[in-house]
Structure formats: structure tokens, C-alpha cells
């Protein structure tokens, strides 16, 4: 259920965005490595937070706006999206909804044509950081084992919220179709 309009913030002189989709730097197309988009809240829009009640967790998801924009015309993910997600600390709301209390990290997934990391990645590579946008880790094994579980999704558990949010402009609000949140 759609919870909050999405707004389209403007983006500054040292970041691009691009028909393709967002490019942080010179090093995130050459080699194939994720960077950390340092302006993300202010230049990327929010289409979805997800409540993970049993793990107390609470995921704000952000996309780049080409891709959302692409995506409110065609239901397919197009090379150059940059999703980010922040995991937070939660606790139970006055509403039916977690309250994040603290930003525990930040995941951040690329898709580009032709990154295939193994034949279960799809076009997708991912990096998890620090809040403070230090890398923690640039392995790809746990992130594509788990995704694999959604690949008729391509790959994106929230696919569903962000084809919405494309669609109507709506931050969208759900709760964890699984039991916990293995992203914390």
C-alpha cells in the first residue's frame, strides 16, 4: 500500500546521471566494481521501505531515477540500474509499522549487460558498505544465493514495489515476504 509520494530530486555537478542509469565515478563501468553513490538519499528515489518484523529490520530501497522512469513504461529492468538499500535497526511503531531506529548498512546492486558473475546472477554485481559508505564486502556468493530465489523476478525481491512505485509515483510500504532479513 502506497504510503508516501516520490519526489525527483535534482542531482549535483559531481555525480552523472545518465539515460543508462547512475555513474558514481570513472571506476564503476571500467572494471565491473560497485561504487558507493555518495548523494544517493538526495539523487535517488525512494520507491520502497520493507518492514522484517521477526528481525526487527527495516529496509528503505532506493532506485536510480532513469530506471524508474524506464520502468513506468516497460516492465523490464534496463542495463544501468542501481538499486540501494538501507538495512535499519527497527522497532514497533504506534502504527501497524516499524520505526527504523539506526542505519545498521547499505547494499548497493548494479545491473549492467554482460556482468555475469556465475549462470544464477543475472546481470546483477553487489556491494554491501558501511554507513559511512566504507566497503565491508565486495563478495558476490551470498548476495547471488539468496537472490536466486526471486530470478523470475530478475533477481530483485522488490520488483513488484518498484514497477508499482514506477507506475504510480508512490513510495511503496510492505512487509518481508520472508521470515527474517538475511541483509541486516
Not at 565491508?136 to 539468496?146: N, W
Amino acid at each position: 500500500m502506497p504510503d508516501q509520494n516520490i519526489s525527483y530530486p535534482h542531482s549535483s555537478a559531481s555525480d552523472t546521471i545518465t539515460a543508462s542509469g547512475y555513474t558514481p565515478g570513472p571506476a564503476a563501468s571500467g572494471a565491473g566494481l560497485i561504487q558507493f553513490p555518495t548523494a544517493y538519499q538526495q539523487q535517488f528515489v525512494q520507491y520502497a521501505t520493507v518492514d522484517c518484523p521477526n528481525s526487527n529490520i527495516v529496509r528503505k530501497m532506493y532506485v536510480n531515477r532513469p530506471s524508474l522512469e524506464a520502468l513506468a513504461t516497460s516492465k523490464t529492468v534496463p542495463s544501468g540500474t542501481v538499486i540501494v538499500m538501507e538495512t535499519h535497526s527497527a522497532q514497533q511503531g504506534n502504527n501497524k509499522h516499524l520505526t527504523p531506529t539506526g542505519l545498521n548498512n547499505v547494499f548497493i546492486r548494479e545491473k549492467r549487460s554482460g556482468w555475469r558473475v556465475n549462470a544464477d546472477s543475472g546481470e546483477w554485481r553487489s556491494a554491501w558498505f558501511s554507513p559511512a559508505g566504507r566497503l565491508v564486502s565486495s563478495s558476490q556468493g551470498s548476495c547471488i544465493s539468496c537472490h536466486t530465489m526471486v530470478r523470475d523476478r530478475d533477481y530483485l525481491f522488490t520488483l513488484p514495489a518498484l514497477l508499482t512505485a514506477a507506475r504510480t509515483n508512490q513510495v511503496q510500504h510492505q512487509t518481508t515476504e520472508f521470515g527474517t532479513s538475511v541483509c541486516r
